[in-house]
């Protein structure tokens, strides 16, 4: 375990400078400001642009992440990114907090500290957390194999691994997009690790081997099955994409931070809890620190082959058990684009804890830290009646 700190020479912000200075934009679109039907608007993506190259402050921004104790490790050959914020209370339960794409560790940084401390928050020292927050592989500062296979499965047990080099046997680990089915594959791989599994995305299929699925459902559940393929096919062009030929996209979205931002950007718009304007959930400082953090690392095109790996993986063979034995906890927040019906989630799932924040989206931590962090000390308090195994 190396400590780790984030220095970026300044030579580089000054290439990025230039290069958003020297960009080509696209013949102009009729498309109005706050028309994102046909992608992000050229208009509201100049004035986020403008704010990156004039405004944003990436040396406020390091400092912040450099606030929390960095680490470098050598897991399975491969040199492993992450946060380890230890809470002050020793008897505090180890948690892993596993991102996804387009997110970061930038995601949990206002999360982390009610998690570590949860008195200074109004909450009770005795639900606390250590808190591991790894970069996932080609992610961030994290390295990526050359060659196929990493996979969520693989993931999981690079994660499963990076906790017993910090001597935790026994944790709880949470997740969101990439982070959720990460975590899902280590309640089959090391099940008797995981003393609680808490997830904030669960995809909307029925469970493994249920005839006529669709009969559990209530008549709001059963609309939301019957329209998610229009649903799905209007907001995944990106997956599809970056599940085939993930490596065309990378040469732009590495060359040009005008593309990176406006790929990103895109996706917080449509995946948060928001009135019409990002800013209403996730501002544009935590944004462009994300964005920023892929740009310096040139980490986009190795993050986006995840995709493909994953579409590999969902091709084999009976690639999760049908069910999952690991207590659960499950949050639904309002904006969440990819949800399990409840009672689909209650019979894959062990669930102990079920919630339904009032406000929310994808970025769950990001955009809402206080309902994020108070729902997992929640779910901590349920594991004491809920023992795994």
């Not at 949860?118 to 909450?123: C, D």
């Not at 970056?242 to 990103?264: E, F, N």
């Not at 948060?272 to 953090?293: E, M, Q």
Request: with cysteine.
């Amino acid at each position: 375990m190396r400590p780790f700190q984030i220095q970026i020479p300044q030579q580089q912000i000054d290439l990025l400078h230039r290069k958003i200075d020297d960009t080509i934009w696209p013949a102009e679109s009729w498309q109005a400001a706050n028309d994102w039907s046909y992608g992000t608007p050229e208009a509201y993506l100049r004035e986020l642009v403008d704010y990156w190259r004039h405004s944003f402050d990436w040396r406020a921004a390091e400092a912040r992440l450099n606030a929390y104790p960095q680490f470098m490790s050598e897991i399975d050959g491969l040199e492993t990114h992450f946060i380890h914020a230890r809470s002050s209370h020793e008897n505090a339960r180890p948690l892993l907090l596993v991102h996804g794409w387009p997110g970061s560790v930038v995601e949990f940084l206002d999360a982390i500290p009610r998690l570590t401390q949860p008195e200074k928050f109004g909450g009770n020292a005795a639900d606390a957390f250590h808190v591991v927050c790894p970069s996932l592989p080609g992610y961030g500062y994290s390295q990526t194999i050359q060659k196929p296979g990493m996979d969520p499965k693989r993931i999981a047990a690079l994660h499963a691994k990076l906790m017993s080099a910090l001597g935790y046997e026994k944790f709880v680990a949470q997740g969101g997009d990439w982070g959720a089915i990460c975590c899902r594959f280590l309640a089959d791989i090391a099940p008797e690790r995981l003393t609680g599994l808490h997830l904030n995305l669960s995809l909307p299929m029925p469970p493994t081997g249920l005839e006529d699925a669709e009969k559990y459902l209530t008549e709001a559940e059963r609309a939301f099955v019957a329209n998610w393929p229009d649903l799905n096919w209007d907001i995944s062009g990106y997956s599809h994409e970056q599940a085939t030929k993930p490596q065309t996209v990378a040469y732009g979205l590495s060359d040009s931070p005008v593309a990176l931002a406006g790929w990103i950007t895109e996706k917080f718009h449509g995946w948060t809890d928001n009135g019409g304007d990002l800013r209403d959930a996730v501002n544009w400082d935590d944004l462009l620190t994300n964005i920023s953090l892929y740009w310096f690392t040139g980490s986009i095109g190795s993050a986006v082959r995840l995709y493909k790996e994953f579409t590999v993986t969902m091709n084999a063979p009976l690639p999760l058990s049908p069910i999952c034995e690991v207590p659960t906890g499950m949050a639904r927040y309002p904006k969440e684009i990819w949800l399990q019906p409840r009672s689909w989630s209650e019979m894959e799932y062990n669930i102990v804890h079920w919630y339904e924040p009032p406000k929310g989206g994808h970025f769950a931590a990001m955009e809402q830290p206080e309902i994020f962090a108070n729902d997992l000390l929640a779910f901590n308090r349920r594991l004491a009646d809920h023992p795994a195994g």
